[in-house]
């Protein structure tokens, strides 16, 4: 069964840092480009980043350029975002998600993070 | 960046009856090379991660009731669900993944009449 599991969403205040990381599980995690998409509340899907299968290439939405930055470890089968000088508007849902369309589509479930004082 | 934009942003729809939802994009998302367009549409639901229901505008995912199918190209898409479900009632997005940034539209609402 194929599996993406998100952790590290929690709390945080504004200028703040938080590192999310996602484990996949039941494909091959290391053959598809990953990406992080977040929902903020009552707002519609926004895309953050991807990342290529070997690390090698990594895209950003401007909004979160030179504050947030996707890696990717193969042999742990994880996927990171690593979150600094975090803002409110950056509070959301922030889902990991495999960034293939004829391959497999698979999501996580979501971890949510809030940025609040 | 594209911009996706999707219309109507919310729909009614009767049990059993045809719904469609349309998106355009600001350029073009028909590949010159590949001939493919890089046009893709999720449904969303409360507490659930976005579901894929079509990708290259009109190939449906594995799983996916043949009710939803999607046409277009170039810039002008359309999702149509043929046969409305009670369980259809979800939000709707477009999404390109012509070139980053990956832009999705700001979603369709749909609801039973």
């Known amino acids: 069964e194929v599996q993406l599991v998100e952790s590290g969403g929690g709390l945080v205040q504004p200028g703040g840092s938080l590192r999310l990381s996602c484990a996949a599980s039941?494909?091959?995690?290391?053959?598809?480009?990953m990406r992080w998409v977040r929902q903020a509340p009552g707002k519609g899907l926004e895309w953050l980043a991807n990342i290529k299968q070997d690390g090698s290439e990594k895209n950003y939405v401007d909004s979160v350029k030179g504050r947030f930055t996707i890696s990717r470890d193969n042999a742990q089968n994880s996927l990171y975002l690593q979150m600094n000088s975090l803002r409110a508007e950056d509070t959301a849902i922030y889902y990991c998600a495999s960034d293939s369309y004829s391959l497999g589509a698979y999501w996580g479930q979501g971890t949510l993070v809030t940025v609040s004082s | 960046d594209i911009v996706m934009t999707q219309s109507p942003g919310s729909l009614a729809v009767s049990l059993g009856e045809r719904a469609t939802i349309n998106c355009k994009s600001s350029q073009s998302v028909l590949s010159s090379s590949t001939n493919k367009n890089y046009l893709a549409w999720y449904q969303h639901k409360p507490g659930q991660p976005p579901k894929l229901l079509i990708y290259w505008a009109s190939n449906r995912e594995s799983g996916v009731p043949d009710r939803f199918s999607g046409s277009g190209s170039g810039t002008d898409f359309t999702l149509t669900i043929s046969s409305l479900q009670a369980e259809d009632v979800a939000v709707y997005y477009c999404?390109?993944?012509?070139?980053?940034?990956?832009?999705f539209g700001q979603g369709t609402k749909l609801e039973i009449k």
């Open positions: 039941g494909f091959t995690f290391s053959n598809y480009w």
């Open positions: 999404q390109h993944y012509y070139t980053t940034p990956q832009t």
